[in-house]
């Protein structure tokens, strides 16, 4: 059934790549460790959290309930915003500027401020030493280039850094990534992979939603592109088309093609305008010279080519979390990060595997404009 | 074990609005006729005839259209358990609208267009005042004459939970204050005030912290022989449940989103004490003819 989804696959023996494996703990452990850290003492973690939209509330409900974790300050330049977050936040100083985050001795800020903002916001963190760990949601920086540079900054301050490509931590592309760092499939020949919402599928012509988000592959497909990092290694870019619905210059669709290690050939198709996608979703498909996996938000299927084909779904795979909110990936996330800051180790997605992310976009966006 | 005639059998409204918490695959495959508001009326309608006691929804245009439908043709005494607000409708609207403060702009717009006058009173002054309480209160007002003007009192309006992200994002914040003023506010109105939840433990927990009456309020939450979505764990939830007999808990995702078949999830369902309810969607005449006949023999009155 799956093999027929792959288009072009390339049949030759090929090496699997190296795959970075530091993500590999299990969920109940961390929970367990958290805890007992909170009860050896090793300290609260005082956290402040920059940009409060929709991830901002997210990750600071998630933050107040996490052991060893102390929510101390909110930062928002809207004053209407910053009203109704006092209202809720009654222990926690509500600011309009980085400047009232010096005194308060963070070990560690969340920045959910709109992509543009984040390279001067994450700088300002690092160079005043408001904080010395950094998570920031996805995607690190509007370019390679600002990604870098904030790479650069985050090793020089020794400290933990995190980007918000929560999708790693569903159970479904966990156990594709254990199944593949089991070389399961033997050696992977070709993927395709896709991301689809339905978020703009009623967009018109002249429309600024899609301007507003920063175009479809810095939403959804930066998601997809660092599972296919995670999945496969490095990649570079062989062709890419974009097309733009509302004509205003953001892309509304992205289809290209890339290489992989050891001639791994890839695909990918992303867009915001599919009807019938109520929630984001995202997926894989993955050819092996033993056998093909499918993988999305839901399920992991395996076919291999001398066994009977098995499903694994989210319920299979142990799903559940300390406290959900919006998904269980983003409590792994958000505990992760935590738990990371507290054993000084820098855990993926980290600022240089997202400014690979950010190094393909580019990419993408230079060979999509060299052919048109 | 539950007492089978203490349980009450509703029909839930997920498949309406496109959800499969088993795979979206699933959910797309269910094709298009579920969109469609009077063969979603049937369905309720083929429930009720089953054994179902009423109908539990989220508050959209979509199920607004269902329960007109519904309420054109003869039933008696309806009852009904709404959610507020449809979270994923607003999300989308906030994408739309430009963030957080674009979608409380076009929420007051809405609010203004009911000529609610109660509503736009208490709303205007939580927005005076940055007031929590006043906005919850006019949001309220503005939900549920939505559903009075659709229902035009054909249909008794039992409870309306509060959807499981706002109830879980007051648990985390520990707010407390917000709980109590809805659970007043609702009884004041002689409707009964019930929380959506997937982190049941967790709130079982805190509302004994805070002394919140559980013989006063409903809830509904995952329950099913996998734990799917019983967080942080099935046997936390159980023991949870064990400890409320007084609380009117429904379980919702009984069959663990397609999962389980019914006659296992009904077994399960059994073995649970306290329970008071279950919802269970269903997408097809058949299913809903099938669904509701085995739960109304195993838990229904």
Not at chain 2, 92 to 118: D, E, P, S, Y
Request: proline letters at 3%; aromatic letters at 10%.
């Amino acid at each position: 059934m799956l093999r027929r989804h792959i288009e072009d696959a390339d049949c030759r023996r090929v090496k699997f790549p190296a795959i970075i494996t530091d993500f590999d703990f299990k969920e109940s452990l961390l929970r367990g460790a958290l805890s007992e850290m909170s009860k050896s003492g090793r300290g609260i973690l005082k956290v402040a959290v920059i940009g409060l939209g929709k991830m901002g509330l997210l990750h600071s409900s998630l933050l107040s309930v996490l052991p060893n974790v102390e929510l101390v300050a909110l930062c928002d330049k809207s004053g209407m915003t910053r009203r109704v977050f006092r209202s809720f936040f009654r222990r926690v100083q509500v600011n309009d500027n980085l400047e009232d985050l010096y005194d308060l001795n963070l070990d560690a800020v969340y920045i959910t401020t709109p992509i543009p903002s984040h390279f001067p916001i994450v700088k300002a963190i690092y160079s005043t030493r408001i904080a010395r760990n950094v998570f920031v949601e996805k995607t690190l920086s509007s370019n390679y280039d600002g990604a870098q540079k904030l790479y650069a900054l985050a090793q020089a301050s020794g400290g933990t850094n995190m980007v918000g490509y929560m999708k790693r931590f569903a159970v479904t592309f966990k156990k594709a990534k254990e199944l593949l760092s089991e070389s399961i499939l033997g050696d992977v020949v070709a993927f395709s992979a896709y991301a689809y919402s339905s978020d703009l599928s009623e967009t018109s012509r002249g429309s600024r939603a899609s301007m507003s988000r920063g175009g479809v592959l810095g939403d959804l497909g930066s998601h997809v592109l660092d599972l296919a990092l995670w999945f496969f290694g490095d990649l570079q870019v062989e062709s890419a088309k974009l097309e733009s619905v509302s004509d205003l210059g953001a892309e509304d669709f992205a289809r290209f093609r890339v290489r992989g290690p050891n001639d791994l050939k890839g695909k990918f198709d992303i867009t915001w305008c599919r009807k019938e996608y109520r929630m984001p979703e995202f997926g894989f498909l993955i050819q092996g010279t033993d056998g093909i996996m499918s993988v999305n938000d839901d399920n992991v299927e395996l076919e291999l080519h001398d066994r009977k084909p098995h499903k694994w779904y989210r319920h299979d795979l142990d799903d559940n979390v300390g406290f959900l909110l919006g998904a269980p990936e983003y409590f792994r996330e958000d505990e992760c990060f935590i738990k990371s800051i507290l054993d000084g180790i820098n855990m993926e997605p980290n600022f240089y595997s997202a400014s690979e992310v950010d190094r393909i976009i580019e990419q993408v966006k230079n060979e999509a404009y060299e052919r048109s | 074990m539950s007492d089978k005639r203490s349980m009450r059998l509703l029909v839930g409204d997920n498949p309406f609005h496109g959800i499969s918490h088993l795979s979206q695959e699933r959910s797309r495959a269910r094709g298009n006729a579920l969109d469609n508001a009077e063969y979603a009326a049937e369905l309720v309608m083929t429930a009720l005839e089953n054994g179902a006691d009423g109908f539990m929804f989220s508050v959209s245009e979509t199920t607004l259209s269902i329960l007109q439908e519904v309420c054109k043709k003869e039933i008696k005494n309806l009852s009904l358990h709404a959610i507020v607000p449809y979270a994923y409708e607003y999300v989308r609207l906030a994408t739309q609208a430009g963030g957080i403060t674009g979608l409380a702009k076009k929420i007051g717009k809405q609010v203004i267009a009911t000529m609610n006058v109660k509503a736009i009173v208490t709303g205007l002054k939580g927005v005076v005042r940055t007031d929590p309480v006043s906005l919850m209160k006019a949001y309220m007002l503005y939900e549920i004459s939505r559903i009075r003007s659709v229902t035009r009192g054909k249909a008794n309006l039992d409870s309306v939970m509060l959807h499981e992200v706002i109830t879980e994002v007051a648990l985390a914040l520990n707010l407390d204050w917000l709980f109590r003023s809805y659970i007043d506010f609702m009884w004041k109105l002689k409707i009964q005030p019930g929380f959506e939840t997937r982190n049941f433990a967790y709130l079982v927990r805190k509302f004994k912290e805070w002394d919140i009456d559980f013989r006063k309020i409903a809830i509904v939450t995952a329950f099913n022989r996998v734990g799917f979505q019983m967080n942080p764990s099935k046997i936390e939830c159980e023991k949870a449940l064990g400890t409320i007999p007084e609380s009117k808990v429904t379980a919702m995702s009984i069959l663990a989103a397609g999962y389980l078949k019914p006659p296992e999830a009904i077994d399960y369902i059994r073995t649970l004490p306290n329970l008071k309810g279950v919802v269970i969607g269903v997408s097809k005449e058949r299913h809903a003819r099938e669904t509701f006949g085995l739960l109304k023999e195993k838990l229904g009155s």
